[in-house]
């Protein structure tokens, strides 16, 4: 728990070679050594498994559902993750604190992407008409896709050596991983980057350098605004006095207690008061959208207007950065 780094547990609820076990069905063994079980003793048995894992290692910040449950499993997990497990975010899961797939191990995020949808198991963008609160994770490798080896490059894939530790394979250059922060966070989406350590357990110096990088690179461009309007931003339009500083993107938050209410809106610059020119248009706002403008300006104010909302629109921040400066 040190650096508010918490844990959390994989399970792979839909699957069990041992137990033959496939899509959360048991089926009759086809292997020498599997075990021939009912269903009802396989969901018994995941129960207990889960019991085991969410009690015997302190508070969980994530259960991870690979591929959903099983079903006929929802409602007792979902009872046992709220009484051992209330406050972790549940993948693909039951209860009351879920998320979803994106759709992509790329880590690059189809836009919009909206938080709502129709259960945890519906992947991708979204609906903005949907009505379970379920925002997307997009998880993905942290060493690149592809190897080099003595037959020359090979692709990885995500199940092809890119999940776990391969000597072959390079950490993701930090252009790489910043390109996904932004079409990951920076579209409304939480980002799971994975951790690989090596066959001892050991975290490769290689790969520590790359992650600190990667997050020197996200609080040296995000952790000073060059001009911000954080706390309760209400209506449809938000201004922003710039000053002519230099700016080459915009970081727009709404305030998610209130849901996701916009549906559209435009960023707009000023440099001389009086004329207007659109620098940015979209729909999904959501917890963060990230924009990069096509170069940087010295605009006298920026305007935010909300062309569409299904509500009054509350906003947490609404910031320009430069993180184009030496």
Sequence with gaps: YQRRVHGGFYMGAMNNAF??????????PWLVGQVNITQDQYIRILLASLRELWTNYGELAEVWFDGGYPDGAEQPIATLLQELQPNAVAFQGPGKNVV???????????YPCWSTTHD???HGGGDPDAPVWAPAEADTCFQDFEASTPQGPRSLGPYGGCWFYNQNAEPKTVSDLVSTYHDSVGRNAGLLLDFTPDQDGAMPQTHAARYKEFGDWIRGCYGQAAVAAVGNITGNSALLQVNRQAIDRVVIQEDIQFGQIIREYTVSLTMDGTNWIQVDNGTSVGYKR?????REYLP?????DVINAVDTPHLNQLAVFNCTRP
């Design 120 to 122: 945890s198991l519906h």
């Design 300 to 304: 006298l104010a920026l305007r935010l």
């Design 290 to 294: 990230i924009t990069l403008f096509d």
């Design 19 to 28: 137990l033959a076990v496939v899509g959360g069905k048991a089926r009759d």
């Design 100 to 110: 979803r797939w994106a759709g992509t191990e790329s880590g690059h995020v189809a």
